[in-house]
C-alpha cells in the first residue's frame, strides 16, 4: 500500500492576493479607534482600555485575564504602542504585499491573542478571530505578495520569479 501524501496543485494566487489586501486593511482601519498618543477613541467607540477591561473581566485563560490585570494595564501606554504598532506594519505589509510573510505571522499572532483575549467576552463571536487566523496561516504558506504586491516586484525585479 502506498503512503498517502498531500497532493500539489498549482492555482491563481490573485483570490488569495485580494484577501490579503483586504485583511491589511481590515488592520489599518482598526487603528482608528486607537490612535497615539492617547489612545483615546472618536466618541461613540470602544477604545482599547475598554476592550482590554473586558478582557481581564471575561478570561478565557484565568492566567492571561491575570497577565492583562497585573502588567499591561498597569504599563498600558507601552503595551497600546505596541500594539498600534503592530497592526501598523501588518495591515502596510498585507495591503502592499511587502514583506508578506513577516505580515502574516504577526498578523496571526495578533489573531491568536485577540482570540485567546475576547473569547468569552460577550456578545464576540470567537470565529471571527479563528477565520482571521487561518487567512493570516493561508498567506504565509501561499505568499500572496508575489500578486500585486511589492514582494513580486522585488522578486520579479531581482529575477527570483518571472512575471505571473
Not at 492571561?64 to 502588567?71: D, T
Not at 511587502?98 to 499572532?109: C, E, H, M, V
Amino acid at each position: 500500500m502506498q503512503a498517502s501524501r498531500i497532493e500539489t496543485v498549482t492555482v491563481p494566487v490573485w483570490p488569495i492576493a485580494i484577501c490579503r489586501i483586504l485583511i491589511g486593511l481590515l488592520w489599518l482601519v482598526a487603528l482608528r479607534w486607537k490612535l497615539p498618543p492617547d489612545f483615546i477613541p472618536p466618541a461613540g467607540l470602544r477604545g482599547l482600555m475598554d476592550w482590554m477591561q473586558l478582557e481581564v473581566g471575561h478570561p478565557f485563560l484565568p492566567v492571561y485575564g491575570q497577565f492583562v490585570q497585573s502588567i499591561v494595564l498597569p504599563n498600558f501606554t507601552l503595551f497600546a504602542w505596541l500594539i498600534f504598532t503592530g497592526e501598523l506594519l501588518a495591515g502596510l505589509g498585507l495591503t502592499l504585499g511587502a514583506f508578506t510573510r513577516a505580515a502574516s505571522i504577526l498578523g496571526l499572532l495578533m489573531s491568536l491573542n485577540l482570540l485567546i483575549g475576547l473569547f468569552e467576552v460577550p456578545g464576540e463571536w470567537p470565529w471571527s478571530y479563528i477565520m482571521l487566523a487561518m487567512f493570516h496561516a493561508l498567506f504565509i504558506v501561499t505568499q500572496p505578495g508575489r500578486v500585486w504586491g511589492i514582494d513580486g516586484w522585488r522578486a520579479r525585479r531581482s529575477g527570483a520569479l518571472t512575471a505571473p
